[in-house]
């Protein structure tokens, strides 16, 4: 028997199909180790060794593992062909190494490109051992990631309240946003004119003209700046008579692009699909995974996680073969296409992401995909088979037209693009990042040299030039993917990390930098400036490629990574957070304080007039306040475009003659009723949110003070006589009768919902209970009775089926079918979850421990050789940090070096802990 173990669960029913009775294929579910999330998991100290724990849900499936190559002869691993899948793969022998389960057993590493059964086939006649360079280069990123955002983190908490995180790659991304932002808010916008005639050929055909020059001078897109200038122009050709002076065509091809990559492909299917990166990748790991078609479960596309851009060759001739039969031997070049990536960073070794079987068409697998699945794989299709057809044949022309006007000479032009054979153009475009129109294919009539036309219209256009344009999710991974940020795997990720710390925001498909975001940045960029360069983290990557190169030592690597990195982390150990503020609140001046329309001090409060605006860092994060607080209570976000909102004021309140006001404070944007000074001592203006679903720049009077009478009274509970109440809350619209607060559903309005509808959904509220379950919910299914415990019962809960007696819940594991559990079955899993310490629920009554479990605890008491105390536990303990710090002797080995500096502490300590022990 051969055990052969994969990532997935799906990987593995498809693969044993594959390999027969002989082989028996299980799943690792992913990564089965990993750093643990703490102090001192890396060593600097100590050649920066690295701690391993192993995941608890990947206990028991180690353990099947393990069980299972009791009767086995070989194991295989075969999980995915790059750095992580490499990673996995020693993770797993290395916990089996740890667990003595591996005996005399044959131990191979095969890698494949697509779960096909050729593929398959196919890899397990070329096995290898585990690459022990791609190993060590994964440890280094690990090593990277975890020192500096276990070290940087901390220091931004203390330096920087409301912070979240920062990280090795995803801070530099953020960076490349804020940066973007600071181009916008520093863009100063420039007036231009643009003259464009519509002329007529003498055969009545129309074309447009630009005006490119005049009186010998060539005239670019912003030298027209002003209306007078434009006008001087226009009466000009008014007055003109216009002649044809040249006119040429250029032949000239347009080739395919190179099939999908990672990047490329999360790029398109944004642009295209409207996918973001991450959503994209769940899609393609289900198909690269398997699709069940004509019974059998097959991998459509190959591995989704690549920087190479070539395909094999039987995939280049079946595509070949499918543009003859779908478009005519016209559309398939002599030789096939060959494509090489542009990165220096890239793995050649990984094929690009294509089909698996080009044969089968998009339209054919539509009925056998959900509906996006479908388009992401006609997307694959499509690119790689436009990526081997013929070239687009097209013929440019450009027609040069003077324009006479007494005295004065000036120059128009035209410019069009045929299409003379669409090639590949028939079945695929790229997709662009901008919103404009491609006009390459407009048509110019014909015409020839020293032809006369005429002037039937002229349109003097005034243009304003725009700052740069957002990212958008495609464009910042292009931008990531250039300056070598990054690895494929890690985009989705990435941007996914941005959004979720409330860095970035996505709006309208483009990523804002968000106040906090920027605060980070400009932190970061104050004090570990090197560490946030674009440069410098490519140069990392580079590094980490020559690691996985086996050109350079992993350890040297992070020894002058942090040699420098920590001595910029103490150096600003000893700063006051006020002088971290003042540094942040120079540098974010511009974005900070907006210059007033009188000229006067930007940082003079608007509130009291004595005090000055600065920076603030609060709980939850960075604001404006004024320098005279508590007196003056002046706060607003940090964005300049704040201030115009935090004064407007909407109308007045037609029942006190006050102010209804919106402004925009620390927590968000609000309404406000009048001004402090309008209000007696000790009491404050009143105050009320403004909806999430609502620009403070749609609000107007009669929604403010709508939302100020809240929360309003509906009517009295028709059973209890207390009033129910309908407000605005930070879950949204409810209403509320005593302690008991309901949501209100679709279609609900908070401010004329009626008493009979709230006494409803109170009604229902109450019944669901405090948990949100209904009273009456099913007890589970009874197994019978626990000895010590009481009844047994199988549940489903959140997390999945479970077993429960006397308050305590065991999990049932995953690849047990919750309706085969027997009453004994149950009871070891209950008896196991208490010997654990499982118990009744935070805040009950704490369970009992089963009497099964209090006697098997006193047989081992009672079995344990006596042992002085006081002289036991030091010297265990003493041997087992003096083990942890010893390295082994085999460290010195260049062949062994990568996986003794990945022993845990713990597994060195254990030999020194029995010695000691048996000498107690």
Same mark, same amino acid.
């Given at each position: ?6 990532? #997935? ?304 060759? #039987? ?159 495609? #464009? ?416 010195? #080995? ?27």
């Amino acid at each position: 028997m051969n055990i052969v173990i994969v990532e #997935s669960p799906a990987k593995a029913k498809t693969i044993n199909k594959y390999l027969g009775a002989s082989y028996e294929v299980l799943a690792s579910f992913g990564h089965v180790r990993d750093l643990p999330a703490k102090n001192g998991s890396v060593d600097p100290d100590a050649n920066f060794q690295m701690i391993w724990e192993v995941d608890p849900k990947a206990a028991s499936r180690l353990n099947d593992i393990a069980k299972a190559l009791k009767g086995a002869d070989k194991l295989i691993l075969a999980t995915d062909p790059d750095r992580e899948g490499e990673a996995i793969s020693w993770h797993v022998l290395e916990v089996l190494k740890e667990k003595r389960a591996l005996k005399d057993h044959a131990i191979e590493r095969v890698v494949f490109n697509a779960i096909t059964k050729q593929a398959i086939t196919d890899a397990m006649k070329h096995p290898r051992q585990i690459d022990g360079a791609l190993v060590d280069a994964y440890m280094a990123r690990r090593a990277l990631d975890y020192l500096v955002g276990f070290t940087l983190s901390p220091v931004l908490w203390r330096k920087l309240p409301g912070a979240r995180s920062a990280g090795r790659v995803q801070s530099v991304a953020l960076r490349l946003v804020c940066d973007r932002e600071l181009e916008i808010e520093k863009f100063v916008a420039r007036e231009y004119w643009s003259l464009v005639a519509t002329l007529t050929t003498p055969r009545g055909d129309t074309f447009e003209a630009r005006l490119v020059g005049a009186d010998g001078k060539k005239i670019q897109r912003l030298d027209i700046g002003t209306g007078a200038e434009a006008e001087d122009f226009k009466k000009a050709l008014d007055a003109a008579t216009f002649v044809v002076t040249s006119v040429e065509a250029k032949p000239g091809r347009r080739n395919p692009q190179a099939p999908f990559t990672t990047s490329t492909l999360q790029q398109e299917a944004s642009r295209k699909l409207g996918f973001a990166p991450a959503h994209t990748m769940r899609i393609a790991q289900r198909l690269y995974e398997g699709i069940d078609i004509g019974g059998e479960t097959t991998g459509l596309i190959t591995y989704m996680r690549t920087d190479g851009v070539q395909i094999d060759g #039987s995939a280049i001739t079946q595509a070949r073969k499918v543009i003859g039969e779908d478009y005519g031997n016209a559309y398939v070049p002599e030789a096939p296409r060959q494509y090489q990536a542009k990165a220096k960073n890239a793995q050649e070794a990984h094929e690009a992401i294509r089909p698996t079987d080009l044969s089968r068409r998009p339209n054919d697998m539509r009925r056998r995909l959900d509906p996006e699945q479908a388009k992401l794989y006609e997307l694959i299709w499509t690119r790689t088979i436009a990526s081997q057809m013929e070239s687009a044949e097209l013929e440019r022309t450009t027609v040069d037209i003077t324009a006479k006007a007494g005295s004065r000479t000036l120059e128009l032009r035209a410019s069009g693009q045929v299409i003379k054979f669409d090639g590949f153009l028939a079945l695929y475009q790229e997709g662009r990042d901008d919103d404009a129109d491609d006009d390459e294919s407009r048509r110019l009539p014909a015409m020839s040299e020293g032809e006369n036309v005429k002037r039937q219209d002229l349109a003097v256009t005034q243009h304003f030039t725009e700052p740069p344009p957002r990212f958008s999710e495609a #464009s910042l991974v292009k931008r990531m993917e250039e300056l070598g940020i990054g690895r494929p795997s890690t985009y989705a990720s990435i941007l996914q990390v941005l959004k979720d710390r409330g860095y970035v925001r996505l709006e309208k498909k483009r990523l804002h930098g968000e106040d906090k975001g920027r605060v980070v940045v400009a932190f970061l960029e104050n004090f570990f400036a090197r560490y946030v360069e674009y440069d410098f983290t490519a140069g990392l990557e580079e590094q980490l490629d020559r690691i996985s190169n086996n050109e350079i030592s992993w350890q040297d690597v992070l020894r002058d990574f942090w040699s420098g990195f920590i001595g910029a982390v103490n150096d600003i150990k000893d700063l006051r957070v006020a002088e971290v503020l003042d540094a942040l609140d120079e540098m974010l001046g511009p974005h900070i304080y907006a210059p007033r329309a009188d000229g006067g001090d930007v940082r003079q409060c608007p509130t009291c007039g004595t005090g000055r605006l600065n920076l603030k860092a609060g709980k939850f994060g960075a604001f404006v306040g004024c320098t005279n607080y508590p007196e003056c209570r002046y706060t607003r976000p940090l964005a300049a475009d704040s201030e115009a909102s935090a004064d407007r004021v909407l109308g007045q309140d037609p029942e006190t003659g006050r102010d209804v006001i919106v402004k925009a404070g620390r927590f968000g944007p609000y309404i406000q009723l009048g001004e402090a000074k309008d209000y007696a001592e000790g009491e404050k203006p009143k105050r009320a949110g403004i909806p999430k679903n609502i620009s403070p720049a749609d609000v107007e009077l009669e929604l403010a003070l709508k939302l100020l009478s809240l929360p309003r009274e509906i009517g009295l509970h028709p059973e209890t006589g207390q009033p129910i109440t309908a407000g605005l809350g930070r879950f949204g619209p409810f209403v509320k009768h005593d302690k008991t607060y309901a949501s209100l559903e679709a279609g609900d309005e908070v401010f004329d919902i009626g008493l009979n509808r709230a006494v409803t959904l109170i009604a229902e509220k109450v019944a669901k209970g405090p948990s949100g379950r209904r009273f009456g919910a099913d007890p589970g299914k009874p197994l019978g009775d626990h000895p010590s415990l009481g009844a047994v019962a199988m549940k489903n809960g959140r997390y999945g089926a479970y077993v429960t007696a006397g308050g305590i819940n065991a999990t049932i594991p995953s690849d047990k079918d919750k309706d085969a559990v027997t009453l004994a079955e149950a009871i070891a899993l209950i008896d196991e979850r208490a010997a654990k310490g499982g118990g009744a629920k935070r805040g009950g009554k704490k369970a009992a421990k089963p009497k099964v479990a209090k006697k098997e605890a006193a047989k081992a008491e009672a079995a344990k050789p006596a042992a002085d105390a006081s002289t036991a536990k030091p010297a265990k303990t003493a041997a087992a940090k003096k083990a942890a710090a010893k390295p082994k002797p085999e460290a010195t #080995s260049k062949a062994r070096a990568p996986v003794t500096a990945k022993t845990s502490a713990k597994k060195a300590a254990k030999p020194v802990a029995k010695k000691s022990k048996a000498s107690g």
